[in-house]
């Protein structure tokens, strides 16, 4: 199952009515933003648009997402137990409270209007009656609409790992459409409000629309009192059978919660671990804030085990992605009934926690990159003659020319391995462009130690060699390590795949050793050099690897439009 389809029948469609209800907004705030153009262009949007959302189906379908939306968001706030939430999701709370409360001002007086009174709701006739002793509260929905919409898509889109390539880009628009919207509403109602200055104006307008007469008013004002009491009352509800449930549930028996390295506490039954830890204020890693759709607040079950209900739904499609024990389980899921002791398998990073960034979130995501490996041959040998100053000396001279061949070419190092390093490329870009990367870099840093080696030549005495190995694969990116020591790096088997081809070189005598999927992908072909199947330990197949005596023998490696580009005209 895909990341972002996971979750249990609740959790979908939450989801699906909410992208329902974003995808009527994004447009209606397109719509407002046409003001910058001119009224009419606002009001023949709006005509296309009500083609789709005043028909039968679209209303039908727009109905029945928001009160999915809703009802399910009073759902999940009557079975809270805690009300410590991380910013971002007590944001998303309050701003998804607030939003019924403006909106069906809106809606009753609008599409209310239409229904009940055949009113044509035109956006000069709104905006007359808006515009501007309303402006602030409908700026204020429209906000409210927004930051809540944009806060549920980045906390879901993040578990793709793809979206870090496109934050940047929706992160922009997510910014322009409002700031459009608000200045579109802003210039089309000061247009309307200076058009109504002339005589008899607004008695026009309010005949052309078929304005609600007194009866027809007085029953709107009826029914907007009438759903505003009842969203009301249901928020009460939701609000009261939590607190309820904690006053039954403080008078009842607790159990024992031992963290594995941190504090024992005593609750009552019923809570899920991950509200436990928030109510005890217990560090606790949760990306996704609780809907099973990450793994990052996994924890191992050492005691109490057999006590839990088994995994289900969407906490057991996420446990089998990962390919986890039965012993480990979701800490947003399971409540205990009895003792528990655990271990938390994922830090809670502090956020101003350092570490380089290569494009994954501080708890675990998966990357596809290109891996270099890269060690110096016999350095051992000409260490041992030489002063401890001048190891150091020739160490970053070499590694400053590597480094600069592996940064031009849009790599990063990752870590230095006493003589040798670690280097990642593709975080932008994707992998193709990765690989193409890495055996740029390989191939700069084998003419880079000519340079070198010329420099050095009667302080060395010898000239420095490397080795190099190149793979591709999926990596986990997060942060490793104890408490504060922890570093953004990663692990996984290409990782220990490119390690192997470097440590391959010395047996074959060359320079470099890549995969063949390496290879491919760059768009380089390996019939220009000798391959074989090699057995890596730690993977159950042979790879096959294209063995290539010097680097510089790749030559230019082009970009893709450049490969396609063969005849006339391709300037």
Known sequence: MHVLARGDVLQRLRLVSGLVIFAFVATHFLNHALGLVSLEAMQAMQAWRKLVTRSWAGSALLLAAFAVH????LYRISQRLTWRLPPWEAAQVLTGLSIPLFLLTH?????????????????????ANIWPGLAWQHSLLLLAVWVHACIGLHYWLGLAPWY?????????????????????????????????QKPGAWERLQADARAPDAAAAARLETLHDRLQAGFLALLLLALLVPALRSVRRAAGPRIEIAYRGGPVVRVPPGPTLLEISRMHEVPHASVCGGRARCSTCRVGVERGLA??????????????????????????????????TVTRLVPALPRSGRGRRVGGHPQGVERTLAVLFL?????????EARLPYDVVFILNRLFAEVGEAIERNGGAIDKYLGDGLMALFGTRGGEAAGCRQALRAARDIDLALDRLNREMAGE?????????????????????????????????????????????????????????EVLALAGVGADAFPCEAVAIRGLSAPRTVALIARARELGDIAEPAALECKGEGCG
């Open 307 to 340: 006590a839990l209900a088994p995994p289900a739904g969407a906490e057991a499609a996420t446990l089998a992605s990962i390919m986890a024990p039965p012993h480990v389980r979701l800490a947003c899921q399971i409540r205990p009934s009895g003792p528990l």
């Open 164 to 196: 870090r390539r496109v934050r940047p880009l929706l992160f922009a628009l997510a910014v322009a459409l409002p700031v459009a919207a608000l200045a579109g509403f802003s210039v089309a109602g000061r247009e309307v409000g200076a058009r109504l």
């Open 460 to 516: 060395i005495g010898r000239p420095l060699e490397v080795g190099m190995g190149i793979d591709v694969g999926p990596l986990v990116v997060g942060h490793i390590g104890h408490a504060g020591t922890a570093a953004l790096t990663v692990i996984g088997t290409t990782v220990n795949a490119a390690s192997r081809l470097e440590a391959l070189t010395k047996d074959k005598g060359c320079q470099l050793i890549a995969a063949a």
């Open 375 to 383: 060690d110096t041959r016999g350095f051992t040998r000409i260490a």
């Open 70 to 73: 809703v009802g399910l968001a």
């Open 107 to 127: 809606v009753v007086y609008n599409r209310g209007a239409a229904s009940l009174a055949g009113t044509d709701d035109s956006y000069a006739y709104e905006l």
